[in-house]
T-cell receptor, first 115, second 116 residues
């Protein structure tokens, strides 16, 4: 079945450092890819998405490019802030035959940014 | 709009007890989903619904039942709770979309369940 693998956490960086969180996937067909963020005590929020190969999703300074040849969707940010501290989930979308979007998640990567 | 709300926020059960988790959304979304989140495993889909009166199994449906009697509500039931069902449960909803373009899933704040 479909699966998503993220880099092991936790990740601790200093403010203004460069961030990369690796994500690779295994899927049949052509899934859409997502990054979700979970702040402490909250539900997940969509951070960015890409629906086809070579698409780049971006939001709040974060970027990720859908790389079909390497089956990857790595999350990057050039200069992180303390407010970026959260758990980040990579996910792919497997559509059911009725159109429901069944998300398959990676295990999550906890990011802590120190001032 | 309140978005997606979940009731209760936290619950402690004894093994064998039953309970129902309620999810409500006010965005008129067709699709609704229940996930469980366990440490080191991300979120896993339990059941989902493509519309009022319809439900389907996800990745980990055993031990759970669901009902979608009204479009805005999606209930998750545990008939006989087990310690393995200790988890954080998230509900999500998304709108109907055309073709293969996925609608964004909006998540509730979660329900923390502890089964002793």
């Amino acid at each position: 079945g479909d699966s998503v693998t993220q880099m092991e956490g936790p990740v601790t960086l200093s403010e203004e450092a460069f961030l990369t969180i690796n994500c690779t996937y295994t899927a049949t067909g052509y899934p859409s890819l997502f990054w979700y963020v979970q702040y402490p005590g909250e539900g997940l929020q969509l951070l960015l998405k890409a629906t086809k190969a070579d698409d780049k999703g971006s939001n709040k300074g974060f970027e990720a490019t859908y790389r079909k040849e390497t089956t990857s969707f790595h999350l990057e940010k050039g200069s992180v802030q303390v407010s970026d501290s959260a758990v980040y989930f990579c996910a792919l979308s497997d559509l059911s035959n009725q159109g429901a979007q069944k998300l398959v998640f990676g295990q999550g990567t906890r990011l802590t940014i120190n001032p | 709009n309140a978005g997606v709300t979940q009731t209760p926020k936290f619950r402690v059960l004894k093994t064998g007890q039953s309970m129902t988790l309620l999810c409500a959304q006010d965005m008129n979304h067709e699709y609704m989903y229940w996930y469980r989140q366990d440490p080191g495993m991300g979120l896993r889909l339990i059941h989902y619904s493509v519309g009022e009166g319809t439900t389907a199994k996800g990745e980990v449906p055993d031990g759970y039942n669901v009902s979608r009697l009204k479009k805005q509500n999606f209930l998750l039931g545990l008939e006989s709770a087990a310690p393995s069902q200790t988890s954080v449960y998230f509900c999500a909803s998304s709108r109907l979309t055309s073709g293969r373009a996925p609608g964004t899933q909006y998540f509730g704040p979660g329900t923390r369940l502890l089964v002793l």
